[in-house]
Nanobody
Framework: QAQLVESGGGWVQTGDSLRLPCAVSGRPFESVAAAWFRQAPGKEREFVAAIMQHAVISYYGDSVKGRFTIARDDAKATVYLQMDDLRLEDTAVYLC?????????????????????WGQGTQVTVSS
């Protein structure tokens, strides 16, 4: 069973940057495909970004393309979400997710139901 722990959330202003780390344990990190999702009050969970094993490929949701970057440090067993040019609509709880399936394409990687392991989430609030 993999354990995921997010951190780095906080209160920022529009245009600011924030980096969210997600520490992964309980599984060989090299075998984990990792992703970030977010959920705002009253809204469905939204795909943000995913990165496959060995960082061979990554995917992004349309609303964050060009502003957010996902990365992984296998030596530290940590996945990062770098968020730049933050907007009001980025306010949400950000959740880290992990899975051990092999690369299965963008559509599969962007669906929350395909990830078995989840963190508790970290709140990001963007104000004007």
């Amino acid at each position: 069973q993999a354990q995921l722990v997010e951190s780095g959330g906080g209160w920022v202003q529009t245009g600011d940057s924030l980096r969210l780390p997600c520490a992964v344990s309980g599984r060989p990190f090299e075998s984990v495909a990792a992703a970030w999702f977010r959920q705002a009050p009253g809204k469905e969970r939204e795909f943000v970004a995913a990165i496959m094993q060995h960082a061979v490929i990554s995917y992004y949701g349309d609303s964050v393309k060009g502003r957010f970057t996902i990365a992984r440090d296998d030596a530290k067993a940590t996945v990062y979400l770098q968020m730049d040019d933050l907007r009001l609509e980025d306010t949400a709880v950000y959740l880290c997710a992990g899975a051990t399936w092999a690369w299965s394409g963008e559509a599969y990687s962007s669906k929350a139901k395909n990830y078995a392991h989840w963190g508790q989430g970290t709140q990001v609030t963007v104000s004007s």
